[in-house]
C-alpha cells in the first residue's frame, strides 16, 4: 500500500516549456486534489476532481490544466511554464473527512 | 469567497512551553481539520472536528472548534523537539462543499 505517490520529484524547465506532474493513489478515494505551496501563502487549490472523468477549478487554475482519466491517477499539466509557477506542488486523495497528501514535487521555472 | 486567516504565522518557544495557534474563517464551517507539516514534508492529517463547541484531545494536543464554528484552535502543552513544523488549519464552507480551504499555516520552531 504505497497511499499517494507523485512523479516526479524534482524538475527544473525553461520558461514556455511543458511538463505533466503524476499524481498516483491505491486507496480507492473518489476525490483527488492538486494544490501549490508557496512561502507564506499556505496550500493553494488549483483543480479537483470527485471522480472518474470529471475535473473542476481550485482557485488557482489558470495556466494549469487537469485529466482524471483513471480513478487512481490525476495528471496536472503545464502547457507553457511561467517563472510563477515555481513551487511545490501536492497531490492528496480523500474524502471530506480525511485527505492524504503526496511527498510533492518541487518545480523550478527559470 | 471563504478565507480561513490562522495566527501568529510563525511562533517560536524553548521546549517545554506552550503554544497555540489560532484559526479564524470568515464564513460557518461544517467541520475543521488540522494538518501538521514537518519541515521539507508534507501534510498530515491530525485530526477533524464537526460539532459546535467541540474538544478533542490527543496526548499534548488539545483541539477545539468554536460555538459559532467560524473559529478553531490548536494548543500544545509543553513543546517537545518533535512538535516542530508547520500547523495548517482547514474547512469546508457549507454543506456538501467539495473544496477545503486550508488556512496560511502558523510555523512552529522550538529551542531545545
Known amino acids: 500500500n504505497a497511499g499517494v505517490t507523485q512523479t516526479p520529484k524534482f524538475r527544473v524547465l525553461k520558461t514556455g516549456q511543458s511538463m505533466t506532474l503524476l499524481c498516483a493513489q491505491d486507496m480507492n478515494h473518489e476525490y483527488m486534489y492538486w494544490y501549490r505551496q508557496d512561502p507564506g501563502m499556505g496550500l493553494r487549490l488549483i483543480h479537483y476532481?470527485?471522480?472518474?472523468?470529471?475535473?473542476a477549478k481550485g482557485e488557482v487554475p489558470d495556466g494549469y490544466n487537469v485529466s482524471r482519466l483513471k480513478k487512481q491517477n490525476f495528471l496536472l499539466g503545464l502547457e507553457s511554464a511561467a517563472p510563477s509557477q515555481t513551487s511545490v506542488y501536492f497531490c492528496?486523495?480523500?474524502?471530506?473527512?480525511?485527505?492524504?497528501f503526496g511527498p510533492g514535487t518541487r518545480l523550478t521555472v527559470t | 469567497g471563504q478565507q480561513v486567516m490562522q495566527i501568529p504565522q510563525y511562533q517560536h518557544v524553548q521546549e517545554g512551553e506552550d503554544f497555540t495557534t489560532y484559526c479564524n474563517s470568515s464564513t460557518t464551517l461544517s467541520n475543521i481539520q488540522w494538518y501538521k507539516q514537518r519541515p521539507g514534508g508534507h501534510p498530515v492529517f491530525l485530526i477533524q472536528?464537526?460539532?459546535?463547541?467541540e474538544v478533542k484531545k490527543q496526548k499534548r494536543l488539545t483541539f477545539q472548534f468554536g460555538e459559532a464554528k467560524k473559529n478553531s484552535s490548536l494548543h500544545i502543552t509543553a513543546t517537545q523537539t518533535t512538535d516542530v513544523g508547520t500547523y495548517f488549519c482547514?474547512?469546508?464552507?457549507?454543506?456538501?462543499?467539495?473544496?477545503?480551504?486550508f488556512g496560511q499555516g502558523t510555523r512552529l520552531t522550538i529551542n531545545p
Open positions: 472536528l464537526v460539532k459546535s463547541g
Open positions: 476532481s470527485v471522480g472518474e472523468g470529471t475535473t
Open positions: 492528496a486523495s480523500g474524502d471530506r473527512d480525511e485527505q492524504y
Open positions: 482547514a474547512g469546508y464552507g457549507i454543506q456538501g462543499a467539495q473544496k477545503l480551504v
